[in-house]
């Protein structure tokens, strides 16, 4: 009796081991599908939930599928990248080779730095408490320099970030002389329809690390070409 026991122990084992081995594998050849089929610049990190895999593998349907990426281009927003963007996919369809991905539902966060967000908008942004964020700029008011009080509340607007909803100190704005320049830097929406996975911009809120947004989209194909 104990001799059987031990052989199913070590057939058990066996099992496991084959299955684990096995998403190991299969992780590391869909992330390289995604990576081709999103037209992203490193094979992002996949986790295929679930267990037993190979279950899974012979439905080619699995519950959920995490993908890690970073430093990720958004293509429509003037060189803007994501430092992060994290995506859960549920009710996941592949083909056998996952070179496709058929998706019911998915869901996602992304960071975008503060530094990088300056880049692209062209005036220095930070942190600056309560999902608001200040903004560093001198300006020149009646042949003097001042720096205001200014604060964006980021939005959005037709799936766009838009930060047109900036406060300046009445005091050093007495003219509109810093509204009027602001108004030409941050009245224009940044465009995120381009981010990979075909997902879309629900919410935007400014974090201490960065620029958090929340995406979402279903009913996706990932093919790779």
């Given at each position: 009796?104990?001799?059987?026991?031990?052989?199913?122990?070590?057939?058990?084992?066996?099992?496991?081991?084959?299955?684990?081995?096995?998403?190991?594998?299969?992780?590391?050849?869909?992330?390289?599908?995604?990576?081709?089929?999103?037209?992203?610049?490193?094979?992002?990190?996949?986790?295929?939930?679930?267990?037993?895999?190979?279950?899974?593998?012979?439905?080619?349907?699995?519950?959920?599928?995490?993908?890690?990426?970073?430093?990720?281009?958004?293509?429509?927003?003037?060189?803007?990248?994501?430092?992060?963007?994290?995506?859960?996919?549920?009710?996941v369809r592949t083909s056998r080779d996952f070179e496709r991905f058929d998706v019911r539902r998915?869901?996602?966060?992304?960071?975008?730095?503060?530094?990088?967000?300056?880049?692209?908008?062209?005036?220095?942004l930070a942190f600056g408490g309560g999902g608001r964020l200040v903004v560093s700029r001198t300006?020149?008011?009646?042949?003097?320099?001042?720096?205001?009080?200014?604060?964006?509340?980021?939005?959005?607007?037709?799936?766009?970030?838009?930060?047109?909803?900036?406060?300046?100190?009445?005091?050093?704005?007495?003219?509109?002389?810093?509204?009027?320049?602001?108004?030409?830097?941050?009245?224009?929406?940044?465009?995120?329809?381009?981010?990979?996975?075909?997902?879309?911009?629900?919410d935007v809120r400014a974090q201490r690390d960065g620029l958090q947004l929340e995406l979402s989209?279903?009913?996706?194909?990932?093919?790779?070409?």
């Open positions: 009796m104990r001799k059987l026991l031990v052989a199913l122990a070590v057939l058990v084992l066996l099992a496991v081991g084959l299955d684990r081995g096995g998403v190991y594998v299969a992780e590391r050849v869909a992330g390289s599908s995604l990576q081709d089929s999103q037209d992203l610049g490193q094979r992002p990190d996949v986790t295929i939930e679930g267990f037993p895999f190979l279950d899974q593998v012979a439905r080619s349907r699995y519950d959920r599928v995490e993908v890690q990426a970073t430093d990720v281009p958004v293509r429509e927003a003037r060189g803007l990248r994501l430092a992060s963007l994290d995506v859960v996919l549920t009710d998915a869901r996602a966060t992304a960071v975008i730095s503060y530094a990088d967000l300056s880049d692209a908008i062209g005036v220095d300006f020149t008011v009646l042949g003097q320099e001042v720096e205001p009080e200014v604060t964006v509340l980021p939005e959005v607007v037709d799936g766009a970030l838009s930060l047109g909803a900036f406060t300046v100190d009445g005091a050093a704005d007495a003219l509109g002389v810093v509204t009027d320049a602001l108004d030409e830097v941050l009245g224009v929406d940044v465009p995120l329809q381009g981010i990979p996975f075909g997902i879309a911009l629900d989209g279903s009913d996706l194909s990932y093919v790779q070409p």
